[in-house]
Nanobody, 123 residues
Framework: QVQLVESGGGLVQAGGSLRLSCATSGRTLSNYAMGWFRQAPGKERDFVAAISWYGSSSNYADSVKGRFTISRDNGKNTVYLQMNSLKPEDTAIYYC????????????????WGQGTQVTVSA
């Protein structure tokens, strides 16, 4: 199993930046592609970004392209989500997740999940 713990969330003004971290333990991180999802109140859990096993490729939701960057450091067992130019509509709980099989864009494709970290962007 893989344990995932997110951190770095908080309250920020529109236009600001945050960097989320996802610390992992258990199985070797490089065995998993990693993703970030988010869920706003009353809404489904939506795909944000994903990164391949060694970080050579990534993909993003259209709503965050050019503003968010996913990265990973397998040596530190950590995945990051750098979020710039934040907007109020980015407000949500952000989750990281591990997928053995690929960089999926659907939540059901992921095998392990963290508990989430709250990001709130004020106007």
């Amino acid at each position: 199993q893989v344990q995932l713990v997110e951190s770095g969330g908080g309250l920020v003004q529109a236009g600001g930046s945050l960097r989320l971290s996802c610390a992992t333990s258990g199985r070797t991180l490089s065995n998993y592609a990693m993703g970030w999802f988010r869920q706003a109140p009353g809404k489904e859990r939506d795909f944000v970004a994903a990164i391949s096993w060694y970080g050579s490729s990534s993909n993003y939701a259209d709503s965050v392209k050019g503003r968010f960057t996913i990265s990973r450091d397998n040596g530190k067992n950590t995945v990051y989500l750098q979020m710039n130019s934040l907007k109020p509509e980015d407000t949500a709980i952000y989750y990281c997740a591990a997928d053995r099989h690929g960089m999926g864009k659907r939540a059901y494709e992921y095998d392990y999940w963290g508990q989430g970290t709250q990001v709130t962007v004020s106007a």
